[in-house]
């Protein structure tokens, strides 16, 4: 915010897990708010998850490139309505890439001297999970595991304020650390913190910025599927 003392840094938050504050400025953040409001329209747009056990997931969800549902991927909306997912753009996937870069250095992006691939972060990031959480809604701990590949997941934010929790690999409970992202803010997760568990405990209703016309908050999530026929 432009009222506070002091400007918020970035931080590594584990080995492999940092956090970048305002990452997406005022323009960028509208532009990717449009943009999940198309994508979130039908066919294969916004549902309802709902686990093997009968529970459902309070923050809603649309995909783009392939489908998650619990604990797989298609190229339809196998739990929805039926029809084919959504195309990852370019820029989305690129967009990954260059937050990989900013946050954990182009070692992990995949960017080798002279622009040469290698690395964990070397495919292009083909999946996005685009989730909405209203006042109530809540993300249990759990871990990105259902992917093949070992690259870094990237977490853009938009809208309301959120607690985010990011533990360890090994469980659930302690050791954690919550750590508040705001709309705009960037968190990137790979390495030896790829697997980590971590959820969001609460939503901070009413806190997103004024002039972005969203009253809710939007998480997008990119990751590398690392399946032998992604593209």
């Known amino acids: ?7 918020r840094e970035r931080a590594q938050v584990a080995p492999g897990a940092v956090h970048v504050p305002d990452w997406l400025d005022e323009a960028r953040q509208r ?4 943009a999940c409001r198309d994508w979130a329209r039908p066919p294969a747009g916004l549902r309802t998850v709902r686990t093997p056990g009968g529970g459902t997931m309070t923050a809603r969800q649309v995909c783009l490139g392939w489908h998650w549902y619990p604990y797989a991927y298609a190229r339809t909306a196998t739990d929805g309505d039926g029809a ?6 370019t820029w989305l996937a690129e967009l990954g890439r260059r937050a990989v870069t900013d946050a954990l250095g182009p070692e992990e992006s995949g960017e080798g001297v002279g622009g040469e691939q290698e690395g964990a972060g070397a495919a292009a990031y083909d999946i996005a ?6 006042g109530d809604s809540r ?4 871990r990105d595991a259902d992917e093949r590949s070992a690259a870094p997941v ?3 934010s938009l809208g309301d304020t959120c607690v985010f929790r990011f533990g360890n690999t090994e469980t659930r409970t302690r050791p954690y650390t919550d750590v508040e992202l705001r709309s705009g803010d960037l968190f990137v997760f790979g390495g030896p913190s790829r697997l980590a568990y971590h959820g969001v405990p609460r939503v901070l209703p009413g806190t997103a910025p004024a002039g972005l016309g969203l009253t809710g908050r939007l998480n997008v999530t990119l990751r590398v599927s690392g399946f032998p026929d992604a593209t």
Not at 1 to 7: G, K
Not at 31 to 34: D, N, P
Not at 139 to 142: A, D, I, L, N, S
Request: charged share 15%.
């Open 84 to 89: 084919p997912v959504k195309p990852l753009p």
């Open 139 to 142: 993300m249990g701990m759990h």
């Open 129 to 134: 999970l685009i989730n909405f959480y209203d």
């Open 154 to 156: 990237v977490s853009l």
């Open 1 to 7: 915010m432009d009222t506070e003392l002091f400007p």
């Open 31 to 34: 532009a990717l708010l449009a």
